[in-house]
């Protein structure tokens, strides 16, 4: 029996649907799978397609071609995913001994790039900062000790991966922040780079002398005078060492120091010019990042705002205390510090607007709103901007009283809510007011 003409018309026109979806699906598998390479190559700098609508000819059977996870026609809104956190590690390390040999990592800060603003920030850790540091060959034998002590543990005990590993892990342990890759550099290393840009220019705030040790004989009197100073390595390294007011002032140098360099590399054009840079000069650091990564993070730092970068310090959440060897400390309180910590990887425009957001509602309804403050700071706003409060005076909705009009945005991205109405219909000191019912739906950024 003959099939009837449109029935095998439309048989055919089924079979090039199905073969133009299992060739969209591979399309799809490939390009999925090089977007996530793609982004671990070019952070900041992912691959992007536009969704192409596709007809079977002659039919009105189609294909969605647009790709989930792939194709990108609108900015993309912020995640943690957005962040790369480097843990930069300074040694203390003189020039004539060993790489062998123990060295404490006496300077250390997070610098963390958001590669969806292109910001940058820094975290200074206090090397005298008590903690729980790797004090075995094993992950997960822990010692208390001064921060700084992780590196040289990490190469006396022989933990799995040396030094830099011991040094990650504590961060990771003591502070709940990921760190994806570090860098270590020492005096020497130091000195040369510093050397190699041709010096840097700081504007020193307050005069500092150091009449008791080397670290500031390479200045006239042992005194680095207050306002503009040109530095050679040796200069720029013995002004970031001195520490005869303590170890927040000395953070505070530090942090003059490299906002100076990321200044000086702008100013030459450094930037551009940093896979060649690397293969100069790879010997003066050690790091685990890859050399086939250098390309990408090339590519990213161009976009970077390295003119305004943030600085950060957990001094403010340290107190002064002594060890049992009668070691001076820094103690945290770490409630402040994690407050600090969650303003530092906070959603950068969020920061900005610092808004305070209060989520009300109704009786009975306190664990839905704690479940969605918790939403909210795991999407980067940092908790101590939230309050629960219970009331439901007003109908459910984001309330933006105050213009934070970002923050308002992104509030809506995460939470099933209509915006409120006008402003004038809400009293409250809150910037915004999420006003809830018995239930609200969580969205994904």
Do not use: C
Request: aromatic fraction near 8%; avoid cysteine.
């Amino acid at each position: 029996m003959q099939i009837p003409w449109h029935h095998s018309r439309v048989a055919r026109a089924g079979w090039i649907a199905v073969i133009l979806w299992l060739a969209a699906g591979s399309a799809y598998a490939s390009l999925a799978s090089y977007q996530r390479i793609d982004g671990y190559l070019f952070p900041g700098n992912e691959l992007k397609i536009r969704s192409v609508p596709a007809f079977v000819p002659g039919t009105k059977i189609g294909i969605d071609v647009s790709l989930p996870g792939v194709t990108s026609e609108k900015e993309r809104a912020w995640t943690r995913g957005e962040q790369l956190n480097i843990l930069v590690m300074g040694l203390d390390r003189r020039p004539w001994m060993s790489l062998d040999e123990p060295s404490r990592s006496d300077t250390m800060f997070i610098a963390t790039i958001d590669k969806a603003t292109g910001r940058v920030q820094m975290l200074a850790l206090p090397r005298d900062l008590w903690a729980n540091v790797p004090a075995g060959s094993e992950p997960g034998t822990w010692g208390a000790a001064k921060l700084n002590a992780a590196y040289a543990y990490g190469t006396i005990y022989g933990y799995p991966g040396g030094g830099p590993a011991a040094a990650v892990a504590a961060v990771e342990y003591n502070y709940h922040i990921d760190i994806h890759q570090y860098v270590v550099i020492d005096w020497v290393g130091f000195v040369r780079l510093i050397d190699a840009i041709g010096g840097i220019n700081i504007s020193v705030p307050e005069t500092v002398s150091d009449f008791s040790t080397d670290t500031l004989d390479d200045f006239e009197d042992r005194t680095v005078e207050a306002g503009e100073h040109h530095m050679n390595g040796a200069q720029a390294l013995g002004y970031s060492r001195v520490r005869v007011d303590g170890d927040l002032k000395r953070i505070e140098r530090q942090q003059l120091v490299i906002k100076a360099v990321a200044r000086q590399a702008l100013s030459l054009g450094l930037i551009t010019r940093l896979p060649e840079l690397w293969s100069s000069y790879r010997d003066a650091i050690v790091t685990d990042v890859d050399n086939g990564l250098i390309p990408g993070l090339a590519l990213l730092a161009r976009d970077l705002d390295l003119e305004n970068i943030e600085s950060f310090s957990l001094g403010p959440a340290l107190y002064s205390g002594i060890a049992e060897d009668g070691a001076l400390i820094l103690l945290p309180n770490f409630d402040e510090v994690y407050a600090i910590i969650d303003t530092f990887l906070a959603d950068p425009r969020v920061r900005d607007e610092a808004p305070m957001i209060t989520v009300q509602y109704p009786a009975g309804s306190v664990g839905e709103a704690e479940r969605i403050a918790d939403h909210l700071a795991a999407h980067g706003v940092p908790p101590q901007w939230i309050t629960v409060t219970e009331g439901d005076d007003h109908a459910p909705g984001i309330y933006n009283l105050t213009g934070k009009d970002y923050t308002a945005g992104k509030l809506a991205g995460l939470l099933q809510l209509r915006a409120g109405g006008e402003n004038g219909e809400v009293t409250t000191t809150a910037d915004i007011l999420v006003q809830i019912g018995a239930t609200v739906e969580l969205k994904a950024p």
